[in-house]
């Protein structure tokens, strides 16, 4: 489950999964000059085809692929499709097979065996599953309870030393209750004491479980607060319900806490005044450094678990073109194949239930093979490698990404950067591009030389405290050192201006998005699909003929982790 589509404005969407617990930068530091490339002039010579990607689009949204939702007919039926257009394109194989396997657990929750509630100084107080609450757990156990742990409100749930920030300091988490604020310190300072008002990683949800759960508390409970979360408590009750897939758990990596959950904010301060505690002075206290824990007297919190598993498997789509005089470097692209498959009780009562995901993300997805084909097309032999990564259910959790990026074929240390392609809206060329997490690494300056050959501006993304840098797959490459780079089309149209490009995104973020409208139509205008996608394929052509080897910025969180690991690999 995931939010996304910037679509060049602030726009409400599902919350993401990313993993790591790292913070972003918003923008270049003011007083830090761009550094210098080797960046050549010429120009790309490879050409998207409108003819190519209207075709991959039409065929991977059509009913025939029943929503491609991993471990389904329909799932399988794209991953044979994409293997088969990769090897079309003259891309080769990964250790000898397009597909890389990806086991995936389905845990459904039984809300009817399962209950949660705190222990208030005036009593029990039962939480309703759906309207007040939402849990669940990740650990493989069938059922489970939590008796009586006490409660413990620890502000944002970050520890942050680059800020100097730690919201358990003083105290043992161990076997208690955590319950924290959704975001992170500098949404609400607006300052600059913590990474000002862009999100970093702290702000992101499955940070502060995983957090939770390295401090060894029993259970993470979220304050839900539509702004800084930048969505509605009906996200939240709609996406953490039914099945939920997640990776089988890795030995090696800390025990999920035994219950993650989200409350509503009423339910929040009714309880923080049943303890004799001020919400609000608390979450203001919250957003200062040296903020100290506060145990939550005479509140502890129970639950009864009880859910199934059942183990699937999809793939991840792989194929490369393999480089002449450095193919052991690799230039990546990625885009997700899956979306949300088929609802058979809207099918049932004659409606249309099969979820296509046309915008989301056929349109990456054959993004992919047209930038693929257009090489081919190119006559032109690239000399370093480029590797074309289509991954697996990106809509549960960003997942196929995390298994490949975890456990990659080739070192991480041996991609030069990667480009992410999500949901790109059908519309006429425009003035710019939209370019989420704005100021994060140097393949910015290898765009802005690309796109400004064409006339084009970079925008930065409008609503950075929002985090869509950390909500699509390639943070999952990013948070490993591999500098990549997530771009938008642009709202300023050539026809309409922003004003145009503001009411197509909006249109479609309330209108189609995760909803069975998101289809295919031949009256799509793909002139700005084909636009975003030259500028796209002519960065990976630069960074191809340059043999330069982007970083992140100094300052961004992601830099040490790529020094150390270019370093250890003698590069």
């Known amino acids: 489950m995931k939010t996304k589509l910037l679509l060049g404005i602030t726009i409400m969407a599902l919350a993401a999964c990313g993993s790591e617990n790292e913070a972003a930068t918003d923008e270049r530091p003011a007083d830090e000059a761009a550094p210098e490339t080797a960046v050549e002039a010429a120009a790309s010579p490879l050409v998207i085809e409108e003819a190519v990607l209207r075709e991959h689009i039409a065929t991977l949204s059509d009913d025939s692929f029943e929503g491609r939702a991993p471990g389904t007919p329909g799932g399988m039926k794209t991953r044979s499709y994409l293997a088969e257009a990769m090897a079309e394109a003259g891309l080769e194989p990964l250790e000898g097979s397009y597909e890389h396997m990806v086991t995936l657990v389905s845990r459904t929750l039984d809300p009817e065996a399962s209950s949660v509630g705190f222990t208030l100084p005036s009593g029990e107080r039962p939480l309703e599953y759906g309207p007040e609450a939402v849990f669940w757990t990740k650990r493989d156990d069938t059922s489970l309870s939590i008796e009586g742990s006490e409660v413990v409100f620890v502000g944002h749930g970050v520890v942050a030393p680059e800020y100097g920030w730690n919201d358990y300091e003083g105290i043992d988490a161990a076997g208690k209750t955590v319950v924290m604020l959704i975001n992170d310190p500098g949404f609400r300072q607006q300052g600059e004491d913590f990474g000002g008002n862009a999100m970093t990683y702290y702000g992101r949800w499955t940070y502060k479980y995983e957090e939770a759960a390295r401090q060894g508390a029993e259970a993470a409970i979220i304050i839900h607060q539509t702004e800084p979360a930048a969505y509605g408590w009906g996200v939240v009750e709609g996406s953490w319900s039914g099945p939920q897939l997640n990776l089988p758990r890795n030995p090696d990596e800390t025990q999920p806490v035994a219950l993650e959950g989200w409350v509503t904010l009423e339910v929040a301060e009714a309880m923080f005044d049943e303890a004799g505690l001020d919400f609000a002075e608390l979450e203001e206290a919250a957003t200062q450094a040296g903020f100290e824990p506060v145990a939550m007297e005479g509140v502890t919190f129970s639950a009864d678990l009880a859910q199934t598993l059942e183990e699937t498997e999809s793939a991840n789509v792989a194929g490369v073109l393999r480089g002449t005089e450095a193919p052991d ?34 349109t990456g997805t054959a993004a992919l093979l047209a930038i693929a084909e257009a090489w081919a097309n190119s006559g032109v032999q690239p000399k370093r490698s480029h590797l074309f990564l289509a991954v697996t259910a990106e809509e549960s959790g960003l997942l196929g990404s ?67 840098f950390y909500r699509s797959d390639h943070i999952e490459f990013a948070k490993r050192g591999v500098p990549m780079l997530y771009v938008d089309g642009g709202t300023d149209l050539k026809e309409g201006g922003i004003q145009a490009g503001e009411q197509l995104a909006s249109a479609y973020t309330t209108g189609p998005y995760h909803n069975p409208s998101d289809e295919y139509s031949e009256d799509w205008d793909l002139s700005g699909m084909v636009q975003l996608l030259e500028i796209l394929a002519a960065v990976g052509f630069d960074l191809d003929q340059s043999g330069d080897d982007p970083n992140w910025y100094e300052g961004n969180e992601f830099r040490s982790i790529r020094d150390e690991q270019l370093a250890a690999a003698g590069r």
């Open 329 to 362: 470097e690799y230039i990546l692209y990625t885009a997700h194949w899956d979306h949300l498959g088929m609802d058979q009780a809207l099918i049932d009562a004659g409606e249309d239930g099969i979820y296509n995901g046309a915008v989301d993300n056929a």
């Open 402 to 468: 995390k298994a490949f990026a975890s456990s990659p074929p080739v070192p991480l240390a041996s991609m030069v950067g990667g480009l992410n392609i999500d949901a790109v809206l059908p519309a006429g060329e425009s003035n710019d591009l939209t370019v989420v997490g704005f100021g994060a690494s140097e393949l910015e300056d290898v765009l802005t030389e690309v796109a400004g050959r064409e006339g084009v501006t970079l925008s930065p993304d409008p609503s950075p405290q929002n985090g869509y």
